[in-house]
């Protein structure tokens, strides 16, 4: 395939690139465009990709080919109705229908990605239970990824609904509007933590200019282009190549979002597009770094580690390796590697060791990374981007897993317990791991560096600490990685989970404060490396009345886990997993207890919540109606906002939630649940049929 994933980033004929593409349709009937006479100005234009709202014909993606523009299909299945309760034969037509159209169009040169679905509306995602709906995408999801393996498969979202990211996804497609520059700044590194351990593409984002003047569109989206590659986003999709539009079975005329007029003349957008040279993340004076790798007895993994340090994209880093004591043929190999600079010590410990690599480095900036990793090409220039722009005395990015090619490491990989970073905010962090810890010389020396009394773990969690109670401040970047090998055995993973035990009770003798019964009590979210969905039981702030224009999660302190890779998520690796979970909290709390730790047992995930609903009812109208127009009419009627999350309205002992779905036709459906049947149907229907509904039939 053209187009591959690699860790946080998208390659392009093997080589990272940023994706620089433009919707494209649907179109009127009558619409004067095709892609003969469109696909030439498109590339000229300065863009390598299009995104179409269907599945194309072999014409449309050959002549992509002839104009070296990669397509992004979605395809448009009716997912604004309830395909979990009500029509579940939706799901499984579209799963049919992408498969069948797999199967004849890939591999195609042409052929980017593709995306399973676009914008599943929130309340509809609330009425058919949104984790059920976030599995029904993931299912969609891996029977593409089946048909057409190595095409990168997603779901395009939007903000309103951030917890219905697909875990099996190869990468998180966002649709944003944000037309204030700093809002957009902001928000652009949310991104990289919702989508866990893989790329973001921005698969919409525009400006309407009859709303702003095409100047301000102009500016607007050079801009945006400029933000989102220096965030570290994969590419960023513009929202639209024409004003012609279609929906709802009519001419959208009153939106205008194209880089071209109806006239089909250009707006001041285009030629600045055309002129626009995006910038090298890498900062005018980068700092010099050096990468510090402790090892011992490493010598399965020590080689590979350093191959990827010295094929590092970056102008001015040395690498330190210092031995700790290695009694394999680690001694040996560092001997006859060029490039580096290796220390040899007595067993000493982690600490010690880390320490005697910031004593001999030469760099303003340390950057520890473990044996067992083998950081991305672009890694310190990450970092030096990040540096550049903010005081952050440390800052740290994920590590990724490789995908695991035994069942043994899909176990490993999937199992609870990996090193992870804690976020306290979007930019701001609690805890980096020490396999991609980087830092300040200064603010090392001004904390005395790591505390020699850690010999094997628990030593970067004391180093974070110490950092934030002297006044400093940790940062993340989202686009800087390392892969991160996971134990190649449930043996050694269970012996390293012990060893983690051990070393959360000697945190604990240090810093007690930061300690309850169950544990580390984090004041951020834990993440874990899969992407921020929905799990049964938790629970989503939606806002009053269901409309908070940026519903997640509630009270989040921990990503979901990693699940098992599809290849492998069988019924009896899934058994298997959880007896390595189970094992994993036994060990780790016995460990932590046996050294003087706290007590407490972990606990398991909580239970999925019952549905609330014990009456429902179906309106109908014809006349393009939602639920904000029923809203409306009851709150004229006497309803209140109510207070119960599960409900929306209430009127006495009544509750109410709505959900209008989206056929595109201006006939809908909107489906009512209601805590008990009202005792007086009038109470209800009047105002419905007031409002412009009827009761279905």
Same mark, same amino acid.
């Given at each position: ?36 006479? *469109? ?17 194309? &014909?072999? =014409? ?25 309760? *009500? ?43 949104? /984790? ?70 921005? =698969? ?102 350093? &191959? ?73 220039? /990450? ?18 897993? %490789?995908?695991? &090619? ?5 176990? =490993?990989?999937?199992? %609870? !317990? ?30 005395? $560096? ?7 773990? !628990? ?78 039981? *938790? ?6 009345? !269901? ?6 999660? $509630? ?10 890779? @599809? ?37 398991? %995930? ?16 014809? *006349? ?56 007086? @149907? ?16």
């Amino acid at each position: 395939m053209p187009l591959s994933v690699n860790g946080k980033h998208f390659l392009l004929h093997g080589s990272p690139h940023f994706l620089r593409c433009v919707t494209y349709g649907p179109f009127p009937p009558d619409s004067p465009h095709s892609p003969a006479s *469109d696909f030439p100005k498109i590339r000229q234009a300065g863009f390598d990709s299009i995104r179409i709202y269907h599945l194309p &014909d072999q =014409t449309l993606l050959d002549t992509a080919a002839q104009n070296q523009l990669l397509v992004i299909p979605t395809h448009a299945w009716g997912h604004g109705c309830d395909f979990i309760h *009500d029509q579940p034969s939706l799901l499984e037509k579209a799963r049919r229908d992408i498969t069948n159209w797999l199967h004849t169009h890939h591999p195609h040169p042409a052929l980017g990605a593709l995306l399973v679905g676009n914008e599943i509306p929130s309340d509809m995602a609330r009425w058919m239970t949104p /984790w059920k709906v976030n599995r029904a995408l993931d299912s969609l999801i891996r029977s593409a990824q089946k048909a057409a393996p190595g095409l990168p498969i997603a779901y395009a979202n939007f903000p309103t609904t951030e917890y219905l990211e697909p875990p099996s996804a190869d990468f998180t497609a966002f649709n944003i509007y944000l037309e204030d520059q700093e809002a957009l700044q902001k928000y652009l590194p949310r991104l990289h933590h919702l989508a866990g351990d893989r790329p973001v593409l921005l =698969t919409e984002f525009g400006m309407d200019t009859q709303r702003n003047s095409e100047e301000a569109q102009a500016q607007l989206l050079t801009i945006a282009l400029r933000l989102t590659h220096l965030a570290g986003l994969a590419g960023a999709t513009l929202y639209a190549w024409s004003d012609h539009w279609f929906n709802n079975q009519r001419n959208m005329d009153e939106w205008s979002f194209g880089l071209l007029r109806r006239d089909l003349s250009e707006k001041p957008a285009l030629p600045a597009l055309r002129k626009l040279t995006l910038p090298s993340p890498l900062p005018e004076n980068p700092p010099k770094f050096s990468v510090i790798i402790c090892t011992r007895n490493g010598q399965e993994r020590i080689a590979s580690c350093l &191959d990827a340090c010295r094929n590092i994209d970056y102008p001015d880093f040395e690498i330190i390796v210092v031995n700790d004591g290695s009694t394999d043929q680690t001694t040996a190999i560092l001997d006859q590697e060029n490039g580096i600079t290796a220390y040899h010590l007595a067993p000493c410990g982690l600490s010690a060791a880390r320490n005697h690599g910031a004593l001999k480095s030469a760099g303003d900036i340390l950057a520890y990374t473990d044996d067992d990793c083998q950081p991305d090409s672009q890694w310190l220039t /990450w970092l030096a981007r990040a540096y550049s722009e903010s005081d952050y005395a440390a800052i740290g990015g994920p590590n990724l897993a %490789p995908l695991p &090619d035994s069942r043994s490491l899909a176990l =490993t990989t999937a199992a %609870p !317990g990996a090193p992870t970073h804690v976020m306290l905010d979007d930019t701001t962090a609690e805890h980096l791991p020490g396999c991609h810890l980087s830092v300040k010389k200064s603010a090392f020396d001004h904390i005395g $560096g790591f505390d020699p009394i850690f010999q094997t773990a !628990g030593d970067d969690v004391d180093f974070c600490w110490r950092l934030r109670d002297h006044g400093h401040s940790l940062g993340f970047s989202g686009a800087s990685f390392v892969w991160h090998h996971r134990r190649a055995t449930p043996t050694k993973y269970l012996k390293q989970q012990s060893g983690y035990g051990k070393a959360e009770a000697l945190l604990y003798k240090k810093h007690p404060q930061r300690f309850s019964q169950g544990g580390i009590r984090w004041e951020g979210c834990v993440y874990q490396g899969i992407a921020l969905g929905i799990e049964p039981g *938790d629970f989503i702030y939606t806002g009053p009345t !269901g409309e908070a224009p940026y519903q997640s999660l $509630g009270k989040l302190l921990r990503q979901p886990m990693r699940g098992l890779h @599809p290849k492998f998520d069988t019924p009896l690796n899934r058994t298997l997993l959880k007896l390595l979970t189970f094992a994993q909290i036994h060990l780790r709390h016995r460990a932590r207890k046996k050294h003087g730790g706290p007590s407490a047992r972990g606990s398991w %995930p909580s239970a999925p919540r019952p549905s609330s609903y014990s009456s429902t009812l179906t309106l109908i109208n014809s *006349d393009g109606l939602s639920r904000h127009h029923l809203y409306r009419q009851l709150l004229q009627d006497g309803w209140a906002p109510c207070p119960d999350p599960d409900f929306d309205l209430q009127k006495g002992p009544l509750k109410l939630l709505a959900a209008t779905e989206q056929t595109g036709t201006p006939t809908n459906r909107t489906f009512i649940g209601l805590n008990q049947a009202p005792a007086n @149907p009038d109470q209800l229907l009047a105002p419905a049929k007031a409002a412009g509904f009827s009761k279905a039939d």
